[in-house]
Nanobody, 116 residues
């Protein structure tokens, strides 16, 4: 069983910061790409950021310059540092991981709410 567990979500004021973490457990397979997606009310799930095992990252235009994705390969953990948060960042944030030769797995999501 492969499980992804997110943590770090919560309620913050606009301009504040949060750091999300997602740890993969229950697998001995190598993880290639990891990433974060989000889904706001009334919208489809969208890409936030992804990162490869080598450290190459991609970001949605809406979060560039404010969010930073990173990972610890030894711990199979991905992080999302979110700074200068805006109310429009409010969403459920989902972690995912591509397990090499197995497939794609998703976490259950963590709520991020940014108040104005």
């Amino acid at each position: 069983q492969v499980q992804l567990v997110e943590s770090g979500g919560g309620l913050v004021q606009a301009g504040g910061s949060l750091r999300l973490s997602c740890a993969a457990s229950g697998t001995m397979f190598s993880i290639s790409s990891m990433g974060w997606y989000r889904q706001a009310p009334g919208k489809q799930r969208e890409l936030v950021a992804t990162i490869t095992r080598a450290g190459s990252s991609n970001y949605a235009e809406a979060v560039k310059g404010r969010f930073t994705i990173s990972r610890d390969n030894a711990k199979n953990t991905v992080y999302l540092q979110m700074n200068s948060l805006k109310p429009e960042d409010t969403a459920v944030y989902y972690c995912n991981a591509m397990v090499q030769a197995v497939g794609l797995y998703w976490g259950q999501g963590t709520q991020v709410t940014v108040s104005s």
